[in-house]
């Protein structure tokens, strides 16, 4: 054999030999060229996987703490404006609220419980005076009772009704009244003879206070037909104070307080 034909030979067997290391090569080649992306989407695969356990830890963690905020921490501190008190949600006995002051308005005549904390009676006196500008005269009733004037209200009307669960229709039991609060007024006309019945609701006067009374930060706290959330029969004359912003959010809602702050008793009526 010529030398330069072995030589030739020798220069092809050696291109076969790298041609065949490369195809061999060639997949490891592939593989740093695609690994990073292959690599980023195994990195999503584990992220999906993450996340439905990732998802069930924050919604473990918040779903308890997401529904229990509106009943527990996110309800306001005893001596805001926004206290929520119903027959779940009592006042201690020795609660007395801060700046008892009596409001500029008619009372009627031998009403004893005048005081209202000093921004409600502020605002009263602009709703009684916004109440005269469109010709109606109200009368306020009562305002602030302590712990024991209810406790005793309470004793007489579980007398005057029969029973303690027909009293409490009508009338708080000491610690879930409103009026502990220095935030409500119950307020009445001279059309139902200054008394505070249903029929107040029906009258110019009634329906003037029910239609305006947020204007003011009021909202009426017992409508009718939410006695089985409110835990009380219909009350067109008692006015609760929460302040402009909150009483008229209230009142577009057309929700009872416990329905807009999302505690709703449920059968906790009795
Ligand atoms: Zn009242």
């Not at 949600?89 to 002051?101: C, G, K, Q, T």
């Amino acid at each position: 054999m010529p030398r330069v034909l072995k030589f030739r030979l020798l220069i092809i067997i050696v291109c076969i030999v790298v041609i065949i290391l490369c195809i061999n090569a060639l997949p490891y080649i592939q593989a740093d060229i695609i690994g990073p992306e292959s690599r980023s989407g195994e990195d999503v695969k584990p992220s999906p996987s993450n996340g439905p356990g990732n998802g069930k830890e924050p919604d473990e963690t918040q779903g308890p703490v997401a529904t229990q905020k509106p009943e527990e921490s996110k309800l306001p501190d005893i001596n805001d404006i926004a206290v929520l008190v119903n027959k779940t949600h009592e006042l201690p006995s020795d609660f007395e609220p801060m700046n008892l002051v009596q409001p500029d308005v008619r009372f009627v005549s031998g009403a004893v419980n005048r005081l209202m904390r000093e921004e409600a009676a502020d605002a009263l006196e602009q709703l009684f005076t916004g109440a005269e500008e469109a010709g109606f005269r109200l009368y306020a009733l009562s305002g602030y009772r302590k712990y024991s004037y209810q406790k005793q209200l309470f004793e007489l009307n579980v007398e005057r009704y029969g029973s303690i669960e027909v009293a409490n229709m009508y009338s708080a039991k000491p610690g879930q009244s409103e009026h502990q609060t220095g935030l409500a007024m119950d307020i009445t006309s001279e059309s139902v003879d200054f008394d505070l019945v249903e029929e107040f609701g029906d009258m110019p006067e009634g329906k003037w206070l029910a239609a305006n009374a947020h204007k003011y930060g009021f909202i009426i706290r017992f409508p009718k037909g939410k006695e089985h959330i409110t835990g009380y029969a219909y009350e067109p004359w008692h006015v609760r104070f929460l302040g402009v912003d909150l009483a008229t959010k209230v009142y577009n809602s057309g929700l009872t307080y416990e329905e807009y702050l999302g505690v709703v008793p449920g059968t906790g009526n009795d």
